[in-house]
T-cell receptor, first 113, second 112 residues
Framework: EAQVTQNPRYLITVTGKKLTVTCSQN?????MSWYRQDPGLGLRQIYY???????DKGDVPEGYKVSRKEKRNFPLILESPSPNQTSLYFC????????????FGPGTRLTVT | AQSVTQPDIHITVSEGASLELRCNYS??????LFWYVQSPGQGLQLLLK??????LVQGIKGFEAEFKRSQSSFNLRKPSVHWSDAAEYFC??????????FGAGTILRVKS
């Protein structure tokens, strides 16, 4: 089944403890992206990647890192999480090189205390 | 910069009634337009897309949307709503910059 998977689905952590949220897609898509979703704000892009070893900032990149060493994987790293990063995170991939038709993972709900 | 406005935060309709969710975008050229649906606890699912051609596009689950260039709109419609349509709906525009820009979403409630 063609899909985007994320792990973990739920995570509660403490301020300053480094964490990684994994994202993997099995559709051979070039483009992958991370979003956060907050009430009333819709989805805001954190980072995106148009190909292996190519990443770029989205609208809200502060406090996050990403890497794209393999085509299928695009992990999101929070090196020192803070409470304002409590949010619902979505990974997405796209067959379009520009990322315009995106397919989303199930989401990761992160709470930072 | 491109932007998307969904004027209605919440909409309530009766089961079996028709539905129209509004979406306005800001972009100088013809954008690529999308509607996504998010059921509670789920990720976003693509309902339909407009790239070019016929301005009335059909999607999954009986939804359709019409692109109106003169009004910069891409409203989503369904002739008869089912209780399972209750969800949050997002309009998005792909208009350069290698990304989608999303509206803030409209929550649809369905009355039985």
């Amino acid at each position: 089944e063609a899909q985007v998977t994320q792990n973990p689905r739920y995570l509660i952590t403490v301020t300053g403890k480094k964490l990684t949220v994994t994202c993997s897609q099995n559709m051979n898509h070039e483009y992958m992206s991370w979003y956060r979703q907050d009430p009333g704000l819709g989805l805001r892009q954190i980072y995106y990647s148009m190909n292996v070893e190519v990443t770029d900032k989205g609208d809200v990149p502060e406090g996050y890192k990403v890497s794209r060493k393999e085509k299928r994987n695009f992990p999101l790293i929070l090196e020192s999480p803070s409470p304002n990063q409590t949010s619902l995170y979505f990974c997405a991939s796209s067959p379009s090189g520009q990322g315009w038709e995106q397919y989303f993972g199930p989401g990761t709900r992160l709470t930072v205390t | 910069a491109q932007s998307v406005t969904q004027p209605d935060i919440h909409i309530t309709v009766s089961e079996g009634a028709s539905l129209e969710l509004r979406c306005n975008y800001s972009y100088g050229a013809t954008p690529y337009l999308f509607w996504y649906v998010q059921s509670p606890g789920q990720g976003l699912q693509l309902l339909l897309k407009y790239f070019s051609g016929d301005t009335l596009v059909q999607g999954i689950k009986g939804f359709e949307a019409e692109f109106k260039r003169s009004q910069s709109s891409f409203n989503l419609r369904k002739p008869s709503v089912h209780w399972s349509d209750a969800a949050e709906y997002f309009c998005a525009v792909g208009a350069g910059g290698n990304k989608l820009v999303f509206g803030a979403g409209t929550i649809l409630r369905v009355k039985s």
